[in-house]
């Protein structure tokens, strides 16, 4: 299993935007990745 059966459900935050969840300047995939995260956890849309 990827991720050690570490599921995300986004159903549950709306009409949410990239900009809200990214910002509107440039960034490094790296970046990107750790703003997804802490949405995620944010949110708490992780499940395992």
């Not at 995300?8 to 509107?24: A, K, R």
């Not at 960034?27 to 992780?46: C, D, H, I, R, Y």
Request: glycine share 10%; aromatic share 12%; net charge positive.
């Amino acid at each position: 299993m990827a991720f050690g059966n570490y599921k995300i459900n986004f159903s549950s935050v709306g009409n949410v935007t990239l900009s809200e969840v990214f910002g509107t300047g440039d960034m490094s995939p790296p970046e990107m990745t750790k703003k997804l995260w802490a949405f995620v956890k944010q949110n708490n849309l992780g499940k395992k």
